[in-house]
């Protein structure tokens, strides 16, 4: 069952907010990586590829860290341990609704990215399930 995220920093999770994505590299190490995300009411979701180092990680270990800092006040933030499910359904239209969410733009492909980009990369959706979650103590 996954961790309930609080109240109080739902905002930060749910968009347009800047998000430390931090999955681990094969040799061990973090990598993080700076990525657009919301949230369906139990999983925070995150859009990448297959191919990009990000999806090649999650895809060998789904566990992962987020941190987002709210960016009127850098005291209250949130940081979310979990687990990640990937899973391609559902991903071009998911990818075109944060691009929405984050931008003017109606949709990545043609707008964002270029349209032949499609063709070259297998969109992923990475549902993660909260296991732990951490805010500032001023703001909970």
């Known amino acids: ?37 919301d949230y369906d009411g139990t999983h925070i979701r995150v859009n990448t590829t297959r191919e990009r180092q990000k999806g090649k990680n999650l895809q060998a270990n789904p566990k ?5 800092i709210d960016l009127h006040d850098a005291g209250r933030w949130i940081e979310v341990r979990g687990e990640a499910e990937i899973t391609e359904d559902g991903a071009l239209e998911h990818l075109d609704e944060i691009t929405r969410l984050y931008t003017s733009k109606p949709c990545y492909y043609g707008h964002i990215f270029p349209e032949e980009q499609k063709q070259k990369e297998t969109r992923i959706i990475c549902r993660i399930k909260p296991n732990k979650v951490n805010c500032d103590a001023i703001h909970s």
């Open 1 to 37: 069952m996954p961790v309930k995220i609080p109240d109080s920093h739902l905002d930060l999770i749910a968009g347009p907010v800047s998000v430390a994505l931090t999955t681990m590299m094969p040799d061990g190490q973090p990598q993080s990586s700076l990525v657009w995300c």
């Open 64 to 68: 992962v860290s987020l941190l987002v």
